[in-house]
């Protein structure tokens, strides 16, 4: 189930050009959906691009504004009862995203530690 990273993220001007590690996000929630029996099948490359060609404006306003990123990102606690093990994401996902999104790094300098835990983040 699932598949592995085939190359990094990188949002380049409102266009998503590389899919690592959001398509690995995409395929590992799959995975426990199909563990639920919610969903019956692994999706394509295909159907994981449409995925993210859809939420792409929603991962773009994580990284503007310490606002944007407080309102899309649920506190922990709820996000743990919405999504078992959500808080369970590989530190190199993390990384990437931090690095490839100066924008996501401004808002984690601005909200940690004064509004959101390092581990939270």
Partial sequence: MGSTPSSETELQEGCLTRVF???DMIHRL???LMLRGIVSRDLSEEEVLQVLSDVE???LQLA???E???QLCPDPGEAEESIPSSAMVPASWA???LEKQP???QTRFRLVPSKVSEDNF
């Fill in 103 to 105: 924008g996501l790094k």
């Fill in 21 to 23: 590690p959001w398509s």
């Fill in 64 to 66: 503007e504004s310490s």
């Fill in 57 to 59: 404006p929603q991962l």
């Fill in 95 to 97: 990384e990437n995203l």
């Fill in 30 to 32: 799959n995975d426990r």
């Fill in 68 to 70: 944007s990123f407080l």
